[in-house]
T-cell receptor, first 114, second 113 residues
Framework: AQKITQTQPGMFVQEKEAVTLDCTYD???????LFWYKQPSSGEMIFLIY??????QNATEGRYSLNFQKARKSANLVISASQLGDSAMYFC???????????FGAGTTVTVRA | NAGVTQTPKFRILKIGQSMTLQCAQD?????MYWYRQDPGMGLKLIYY???????DKGEVPNGYNVSRSTTEDFPLRLELAAPSQTSVYFC????????????FGPGTRLTVT
């Protein structure tokens, strides 16, 4: 079964606007962590933000915030004030309790328009 | 720190050839991983290691082998390359601690023809 689902293969956003990237996950572990990575066209993987399952508040890192809805098993990434440099593929990933590994979603391509 | 380094950056192999993808990290991380990324797809775990001398299979280990004789190095061996192994290969590492992210190398783009 798919552990991480990203249903939006591609999105367009206007510069300076906000964009929300969807991520739903499937786990029966009470302890888990959720990660978002950015992959620009150059190919490297860049860590953006982390949310732990027991964290009381939604994670934020600069223009990135994570809308964590535990009951719905969703961990959507919000990018505020989009910039041209935000054009990239974005991956949601999950680590389950007592597991050393990350499971990745298929990714969402974001294109920021001037 | 150089972080996670991978060599080569690009390689073309003929069907049936073998090669080793090199990965090294200078951050003293115990955990190391090999992923492959097929075009337009997410990353799939091939093998991982939780410390020197310890390796384990990931989601897609067939056709690959690894070794971890030192903390720093985690080479990935392809035996009898097949076109299905055409992919971008990423090595990653992280320190102990569940909330800590994995650091990725720049990737190796492999084509098998």
């Amino acid at each position: 079964a798919q552990k991480i689902t990203q249903t939006q293969p591609g999105m367009f956003v206007q510069e300076k606007e906000a964009v929300t990237l969807d991520c739903t996950y499937d786990t029966s572990d009470p302890s888990y962590g959720l990660f978002w990575y950015k992959q620009p066209s150059s190919g490297e993987m860049i860590f953006l933000i982390y949310q732990g399952s027991y964290d009381q508040q939604n994670a934020t890192e600069g223009r990135y915030s994570l809308n964590f809805q535990k009951a719905r098993k969703s961990a959507n990434l919000v990018i505020s004030a989009s910039q041209l440099g935000d054009s990239a593929m974005y991956f949601c990933a999950m680590r389950e309790d007592d597991d050393y590994k990350l499971s990745f979603g298929a990714g969402t391509t974001v294109t920021v328009r001037a | 720190n150089a972080g996670v380094t991978q060599t080569p950056k690009f390689r073309i192999l003929k069907i049936g050839q073998s090669m080793t993808l090199q990965c090294a990290q200078d951050m003293n991380h115990n955990y190391m991983y090999w992923y492959r990324q097929d075009p337009g797809m997410g990353l799939k775990l091939i093998y991982y290691s939780v410390g020197a001398g310890i390796t384990d299979k990931g989601e897609v280990p067939n056709g690959y082998n690894v070794s971890r004789s030192t903390t720093e190095d985690f080479p990935l061996r392809l035996e009898l390359a097949a076109p299905s192994q055409t992919s971008v290969y990423f090595c990653a590492s992280r320190v102990d601690g569940a909330s800590l992210e994995q650091y990725f190398g720049p990737g190796t783009r492999l084509t098998v023809t």
